[in-house]
């Protein structure tokens, strides 16, 4: 509404038409009697000016109240755009428990269906001129890269899919410290947790290994035990640290540990690979099939026979069938069996 030139333009009419009156219809002056009241005498031409100004002020007051009524519309489209914004950034950071207010039908819609959707940006996506938006998406995209971003600003917490990303990120660029993760918990995922064990397993000394020992993982056991006697970053581990480092990984099957045999005879010495699977045979019946590939690999073959004779008879099929190959001075390579047995296995993650 353009109320200051409305106000010039009736203004103008209601003086061009009362010197109109005045000048060429009368110039009269007549009184007026409104509800009893006599009003003074006054020109014709003022009391046509009179009632014109009482008409504009009229359609003023009701351009006004419109025009209030508008901006108060108005204002509510504005308040849920800006929480359909939200709503949206919301859907990028994969927000948990997301409900957004809204005040009118129309965003009300998008805004349900913002806040129980997940959404990912594309790498293309650019030149969105929105800040906070534009923040978040070139975030986003710089952890779908696999590269570090920024995400403090928007308040995430730890076990978000996107922190915990990034996390990950920042581990492998070296930007977050593996033990700083470790020393202080509370602030990562339990996932990262496990990742930044993990990078310590493969050049920590056995103390700092033995002091985050609570965070093994059963790839942690594989970095360690494969460092045991290595060249490189080599590590000297009692068989009791040994054992108590992989009977902390829950959930071991009789693979993983005979995948942990294999891994096991690649630079241990055969008293400590026997004593360590002596010792984890006692607490795991599981860990048979590691036990019995080392004790085969090591040539000790009658120790081998005497546990699979107290086995069930469908118990340990391969192990029995390379045993009596050997009584018939056939010679394979137990790794072969092995392998056959390991050949649809991934290690425990």
């Not at 504009?56 to 359909?84: C, I, N, P, Q, W």
């Not at 045993?323 to 290690?347: T, W």
């Amino acid at each position: 509404m353009y109320i200051k030139r409305y106000s010039i333009a009736a203004l103008l009419l209601i003086f061009m038409l009362g010197w109109f009156v005045y000048g060429f219809v009368s110039k009269e002056s007549i009184h007026i009697d409104l509800l009893g009241i006599m009003l003074p005498s006054l020109p014709v031409a003022v009391w046509v000016a009179l009632a014109m100004l009482l008409l504009y002020a009229g359609t003023l007051v009701h351009m006004l109240f419109y025009s209030v009524v508008g901006s108060v519309r108005l204002r509510k489209y504005e308040k849920d755009y800006a929480h359909l914004l939200d709503a949206v950034a919301d859907a990028f950071l994969q927000k948990e428990d997301r409900r957004h207010a809204f005040k009118t039908e129309r965003y009300a819609l998008m805004g349900e269906i913002a806040d129980h959707s997940r959404m990912l940006p594309e790498e293309n996506l650019e030149g969105v001129e929105h800040p906070k938006l534009g923040a978040i998406i070139q975030a986003i995209q710089l952890i779908e890269k696999g590269e570090s971003a920024d995400l403090k600003r928007f308040n995430l917490p730890s076990n978000n899919p996107l922190v915990r990303q990034n996390h990950i990120n920042q581990l492998s660029e070296g930007k977050l410290d593996a033990e700083t993760v470790l020393s202080k918990p509370e602030r990562f995922d339990s996932e990262i947790h496990a990742l930044a064990f993990e990078q310590l397993s493969v050049f920590a000394p056995l103390h700092i290994l033995e002091k985050y020992r609570p965070y093994m993982t059963f790839k942690a056991a594989l970095s360690i035990v494969n460092r045991i006697n290595a060249e490189e970053s080599t590590l000297s581990v009692p068989n009791a640290t040994v054992v108590d480092f992989v009977t902390r990984i829950e959930g071991l099957s009789s693979l993983d540990y005979l995948y942990l045999g294999v891994v096991m005879g690649e630079h241990m010495l055969p008293e400590q690979r026997i004593a360590v699977f002596e010792m984890l045979s006692d607490n795991d019946d599981k860990a048979l099939d590691g036990y019995l590939f080392t004790l085969f690999d090591l040539e000790m073959v009658d120790r081998a026979k005497e546990l699979l004779h107290i086995t069930a008879e469908n118990e340990y099929v391969l192990f029995k069938a390379y045993a009596d190959l050997k009584a018939c001075n056939k010679h394979y390579d137990v790794k072969r069996f092995a392998n056959m047995m390991l050949q649809n296995y991934s290690p425990k993650a």
